[in-house]
């Protein structure tokens, strides 16, 4: 290996060791409905640096979601101060959520909010009561159902329902938010 390809190889490194720190940042920014990470949430799907430009790839839970200008607001915040002067565009891949993208961690967290992920257990996240009822077709979005547990009579949610899922007539990414 001669003195150029180890140069190129130190600084392949180096971007890749940033562009990790920077997924990092993004990954902690919270989504603005629900306190959860975006990493966590399934919503974050990659991190790239090229040319001075950091991209951001994200799909947003449910198609039309009203929070997509608040969570790119906050991403390019979170990245301004992690690295200032470069250059920052956001990538939304509409259609393409789905409730398994949900971490383990962002399972845990939504729970202690009072909510349950499509496909997981049908059990009521404040008390582990299985005894639960669909209360209504939409809850605070249509992508929320909302349940009633008869064992402690609480209602919550259970997010990631046929409103988040919806396809796009075209799979095309959905350019926005540049800088």
């Not at 001075?52 to 947003?60: A, C, E």
């Not at 997509?68 to 915040?77: L, N, Y």
């Amino acid at each position: 290996m001669n003195a150029d390809q180890l140069g190129d190889e130190v600084t392949d490194q180096l971007n890749g060791r940033f562009t990790d720190r920077l997924a990092d940042v993004v990954a902690g920014v919270s989504d603005p409905e629900i306190d959860v990470g975006l990493r966590d949430l399934g919503v974050l799907r990659s991190v790239s640096l090229t040319d001075g430009r950091i991209r951001v790839h994200l799909t947003p839970t449910r198609i039309s979601c009203p929070a997509v200008g608040e969570i790119a607001r906050r991403v390019r915040s979170a990245l301004a101060e992690a690295a200032p002067g470069y250059g920052i565009e956001i990538v939304w891949e509409r259609g393409a959520w789905q409730p398994a993208a949900v971490t383990v961690a962002g399972r845990d967290a939504l729970s202690r909010g009072g909510y349950r992920v499509a496909g997981t257990a049908s059990s009521c996240p404040y008390c582990g009561s299985e005894d639960v009822e669909q209360a209504g077709r939409f809850g605070g979005a249509v992508c929320k159902v909302p349940y009633d547990c008869r064992g402690c009579g609480s209602t919550f949610d259970v997010i990631g329902t046929a409103g988040c899922t919806a396809m796009l007539p075209t799979p095309e990414p959905v350019r926005g938010g540049s800088r």
